[in-house]
């Protein structure tokens, strides 16, 4: 059980299901993403950190969805 879906949550989720555990995520919003998605912050901004597989795997999912991950704003690296 994940409590919270949050960027860290849906993460922990996302892992913990492809280990091969059943998983269920509890959120207390009315949406999946924390404050990325409740807050208005682009969920996927340009960053400095390294970034991981799991990172590209939401981004090719969300365009694949149709969703737009670039804020048009702030300038990829």
């Known amino acids: 059980v994940v409590l ?17 555990n059943k998983t269920l995520v509890i959120e207390k919003t009315i949406s999946l993403g924390g404050t990325q998605t409740n807050s208005l912050v682009c969920p996927m901004m340009p960053t400095y950190v390294e970034t991981l597989n799991i990172n590209k795997e939401i981004i090719n999912q969300l365009e694949e969805e149709g969703c737009i991950t670039n804020d048009g704003q702030t300038k990829s690296s």
């Open 4 to 20: 919270g879906g949050g960027t860290a949550g849906a993460v922990a989720a996302i892992s913990a299901a492809r280990g091969g």
